[in-house]
């Protein structure tokens, strides 16, 4: 079984910082890997598919990373839209979502 | 502009069935790989199922395998997911979620709005 795993639960920042975030696959994944965004009370927003590649419309300060195993998203200056949940998701077999990081306003 | 809405939420006993419907516009329905993704109160995101472009195709997750059917109409743009033997733990917001990709199960690029299916006695 496939497992994704999100670090940390939970990030408390401030506005203007730079904050990255950490999603390991316990078996290989590729570059398969996807990155979402949910506010309270929305759906999740696709930020990242093919581990780096951005999404139509989602501002140049969301990037992504990695390959294999080990997958980032970091976002280089927090604003205040973007707090928020973020899921990473692994689309090599079924898809599987990590349980998420919730970013916070420190 | 893509649109996926949901609808036939609801409150249903445990053991009963329940059928959702997602209205597509704004692109070729046809020509996508349709999900369900369903997030319990409080949770996180689990897939469900998805379909291929033209319905010939369906695989499930382990937790409805046998319980839930997914299904479109290609002709009336909209998804469905008969679920029966309804449990305590189906309940969740079910989202409709459109796949980039016509014949595989990959990530997901437009989302509905989603739909309450609550299980209670």
């Known amino acids: 079984e496939l497992v994704m795993t999100q670090s940390p639960g939970t990030l408390s920042v401030s506005p203007g910082e730079r904050v990255t975030l950490s999603c390991r696959a316990s078996?290989?994944?590729?570059?398969?890997l996807a990155w979402y965004q949910q506010k309270p009370g929305q759906a999740p927003r696709l930020l990242i598919y093919?581990?780096?590649t951005r999404a139509s419309g989602i501002p140049a300060r969301f990037s992504g990373s990695g390959s294999g195993t080990e997958f980032s998203l970091t976002i280089s200056s927090l604003q205040s839209e973007d707090f928020a949940v973020y899921y990473c998701?692994?689309?090599?077999?079924?898809?599987?979502f990590g349980q998420g990081t919730k970013v916070e306003i420190k | 502009q893509v649109q996926l809405v949901e609808s036939g939420g609801g409150v249903v006993q445990p053991g009963r069935s329940l059928r959702l419907s997602c209205a597509a516009s704004?692109?070729?329905?046809?020509?996508?790989?349709m999900h369900w993704v369903r997030q319990a109160p409080g949770k996180g995101l689990e897939w469900v199922a998805v379909i291929w472009y033209d319905g010939r195709n369906k695989y499930y997750g382990d937790s409805v395998k046998g319980r839930f059917t997914i299904s479109r109409d290609n002709s009336k743009n909209t998804l469905y997911l008969q679920m029966n033997s309804l449990r305590v733990e189906d309940t969740a917001v079910y989202y409709c979620?459109?796949?980039?990709?016509?014949?595989?199960?990959?990530?997901?690029?437009?989302w509905g709005q989603g739909i309450l299916v609550t299980v209670s006695s």
């Open positions: 078996q290989s994944v590729s570059s398969d």
């Open positions: 704004g692109f070729t329905f046809s020509n996508y790989g």
């Open positions: 093919g581990a780096s």
């Open positions: 998701q692994q689309y090599n077999n079924w898809p599987e």
């Open positions: 979620a459109r796949d980039p990709d016509a014949v595989s199960g990959t990530y997901f690029d437009y």
